[in-house]
């Protein structure tokens, strides 16, 4: 995808959210985030939208420099995200893809990263709004594929390096309209926060393998792959063959930040 097909996906499922989040009750649960309700979450996208606006609009190398939106009576959520809309919108329109500015990814760096990150941000998150509407969530064929990959090279495998990796499990993730499949490991993540000294053990992870024989394949379309690594649809949707418990391990690795 290019720059201005982020820019227009981003547009499009951001104006949805903002339409949808207009008639559904605030208060009802969103049953893809547990604990949330929906005024949990359009809270969130807005301060995520404000925050990236933020970035992106003063090209920010660090983001000390950003004031968060204070969160205002329920309301007034679906304004405050209208208004976070319109800024992340503007301020990517008036910047260039390879312009230079903070992430929280070594793959990151620059606004077309931070583009690319929001639109998948808001198509998923616009799954969870209508979740929580009752609705069956809908993606468009090229943010799927687009999301997978996004999901592959970067959501997964940018462990900290103070955590140690242990692989487990070897899927194979086979997605229809992808030419080869892709070789998923799965494991565990170890390790003491050097700032904190908080121990953590037997945290799920996975990254990209290069070759093995795999312990579980899992196979479909790009939207439902999409949707169910998000956590926002089912496996049922999908094609398992192999080690049920493997294809689990993968979900839960995936799963452990993508609320």
């Not at 319109?86 to 583009?115: I, Q």
Request: negative net charge.
């Amino acid at each position: 995808m290019q720059y201005g097909d982020h820019l227009r996906h981003l547009d499009r499922y951001s104006q949805r959210f903002l339409d949808l989040a207009r008639s559904v009750d605030l208060e009802a649960p969103v049953p893809s985030c547990p604990g949330w309700a929906v005024a949990d979450l359009v809270n969130h996208l807005a301060e995520v939208q404000h925050f990236w606006a933020s970035i992106v609009a003063g090209r920010l190398d660090d983001p000390g420099g950003v004031e968060p939106a204070p969160r205002p009576a329920d309301p007034a959520l679906v304004d405050l995200f209208d208004g976070a809309r319109r800024l992340l919108g503007e301020a990517l329109a008036g910047a260039e893809s390879d312009d230079p500015c903070w992430s929280w990814s070594d793959a990151g760096g620059t606004v077309g990263w931070v583009a690319r990150r929001q639109h998948h941000e808001a198509a998923i998150h616009l799954a969870d709004l209508e979740l929580a509407a009752g609705q069956a969530p809908q993606l468009h064929q090229a943010t799927a594929v687009d999301g997978i990959i996004e999901m592959v090279d970067v959501m997964l495998g940018d462990f900290p390096h103070w955590m140690t990796y242990e692989p487990q499990w070897l899927v194979e993730v086979d997605i229809a309209e992808f030419d080869t499949p892709t070789l998923l490991t799965v494991g565990l993540l170890s390790g003491t926060g050097p700032e904190s000294g908080t121990v953590y053990t037997d945290l799920p992870g996975a990254r990209r393998a290069e070759y093995g024989l795999p312990d579980a394949i899992v196979s479909g379309p790009a939207e439902a792959m999409d949707l169910w690594l998000w956590g926002r649809g089912p496996v049922d949707d999908l094609t398992v063959a192999g080690e049920g418990e493997a294809v689990e391990a993968l979900r839960l690795a995936i799963a452990d930040g993508t609320q």
